[in-house]
């Protein structure tokens, strides 16, 4: 059965793809055309202007200073076409609410990839001046990117500083707390040297692997749309499956309080070791299936 993903990644097969995503190298193909029509022949996608014209949801215009995505204003479809004129580049979030046919493709492509129900999926468009582009980062998302028009050059590199990161961080940028207790090595300050270089057309097709160093740099304005997946680690199904459970308990759901002096603090300590010695009697008869029962709506 021909599905999203292997129209994505034609001629290649989706085997090729699997064997990328599951080792977060970074897979990519070129000259895409009829395969992908039902995307490219979208009036709202045909250029830069024609998105503007048929755009109703806010739209994010990048500052300059840092080329971060973090770094952003909010502005309304007429301003947006000025301040990319003026070399800032434009985010268009949740492209899949405007277009039927996105939202099928990316709910399909979320199956194809095997990703979990509770996975945040979007599509994002990106507008980006000649010249413009990102600085050095990784995501915590996976993220396909299917160049629309113009050209944008990508370096990807691994990740040696961190592995399977559960947040975003740009070089030079302050970095998260929970993240910082995690990383195997300080983040560099520039973009890792033994990055690869893959160039941009209308046609060509991405997979950035999640956490992978990150740079781009468009060399003439280009639009692309990004198909981007927050799945949920094995924490996130654990944690929303034990929530599920403990809320069944009115004990669980009281207020947290007793940490304003010492008796007190004693006495939530007790309370709560109480509620561990509790779950610590439940947990051996947690089941795998059982939690993915919860979290999944297609169990096999
Ligand atoms: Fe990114």
């Given at each position: 059965?021909?599905?999203?993903?292997?129209?994505?990644?034609?001629?290649?097969?989706?085997?090729?793809?699997?064997?990328?995503?599951?080792?977060?190298?970074?897979?990519?193909?070129?000259?895409?055309?009829?395969?992908?029509?039902?995307?490219t022949d979208l009036p709202m996608l045909e250029?830069?202007?024609?998105?503007?014209?048929?755009?109703?949801?806010?739209?994010?215009?990048?500052?300059?200073?840092?080329?971060?995505?973090?770094?952003?204003?909010?502005?309304?479809?007429?301003?947006?076409?000025?301040?990319?004129?003026?070399?800032?580049?434009?985010?268009?979030?949740?492209?899949?609410?405007?277009?039927?046919?996105?939202?099928?493709?990316?709910?399909?492509?979320?199956?194809?990839?095997?990703?979990?129900?509770?996975?945040?999926?979007?599509?994002?468009?990106?507008?980006?001046?000649?010249?413009?582009?990102?600085?050095?980062?990784?995501?915590?998302?996976?993220?396909?990117?299917?160049?629309?028009?113009?050209?944008?050059?990508?370096?990807?590199?691994?990740?040696?500083h961190v592995r399977n990161p559960m947040t975003?961080?740009?070089?030079?940028?302050?970095?998260?707390?929970?993240?910082?207790?995690?990383?195997?090595?300080?983040?560099?300050?520039?973009?890792?040297?033994?990055?690869?270089?893959?160039?941009?057309?209308?046609?060509?097709?991405?997979?950035?692997?999640?956490?992978?160093?990150?740079?781009?740099?468009?060399?003439?304005?280009?639009?692309?749309?990004?198909?981007?997946?927050?799945?949920?680690?094995?924490?996130?199904?654990?944690?929303?499956?034990?929530?599920?459970?403990?809320?069944?308990?009115?004990?669980w759901r009281e207020t947290a309080i007793g940490?304003?002096?010492?008796?007190?603090?004693?006495?939530?300590?007790?309370?709560?070791?109480?509620?561990?010695?509790?779950?610590?009697?439940?947990?051996?008869?947690?089941?795998?299936?059982?939690?993915?029962?919860?979290?999944?709506?297609?169990?096999?």
């Open positions: 059965m021909k599905t999203v993903l292997s129209t994505l990644v034609a001629p290649h097969q989706t085997s090729e793809f699997f064997d990328s995503f599951e080792n977060d190298k970074p897979f990519y193909v070129h000259n895409l055309s009829e395969g992908i029509n039902e995307i250029s830069i202007e024609s998105l503007l014209n048929n755009w109703s949801l806010p739209i994010k215009a990048h500052l300059p200073d840092v080329r971060d995505e973090a770094s952003f204003i909010n502005i309304n479809a007429q301003d947006a076409l000025k301040v990319f004129e003026n070399g800032m580049g434009l985010h268009f979030n949740h492209a899949e609410k405007l277009s039927p046919v996105i939202d099928q493709w990316l709910k399909q492509l979320r199956i194809d990839l095997g990703l979990s129900a509770l996975t945040n999926s979007r599509c994002m468009l990106y507008a980006t001046p000649a010249g413009g582009g990102t600085a050095a980062h990784f995501d915590q998302n996976i993220n396909i990117v299917l160049q629309l028009t113009g050209e944008k050059t990508w370096w990807i590199s691994d990740n040696e975003r961080h740009t070089i030079g940028l302050p970095c998260d707390p929970e993240l910082e207790s995690y990383i195997n090595a300080q983040m560099p300050d520039s973009m890792p040297e033994n990055k690869k270089e893959i160039v941009m057309k209308a046609g060509s097709l991405l997979f950035v692997p999640r956490g992978s160093w990150h740079m781009t740099s468009a060399k003439t304005s280009a639009l692309s749309l990004n198909f981007t997946f927050t799945a949920p680690t094995w924490i996130d199904l654990l944690t929303s499956a034990l929530r599920g459970r403990l809320a069944q308990s009115s004990h940490f304003n002096d010492e008796v007190n603090y004693q006495i939530a300590e007790n309370k709560l070791n109480y509620l561990l010695n509790d779950l610590k009697e439940d947990l051996p008869s947690w089941r795998a299936r059982d939690i993915l029962n919860a979290t999944e709506c297609e169990p096999f």
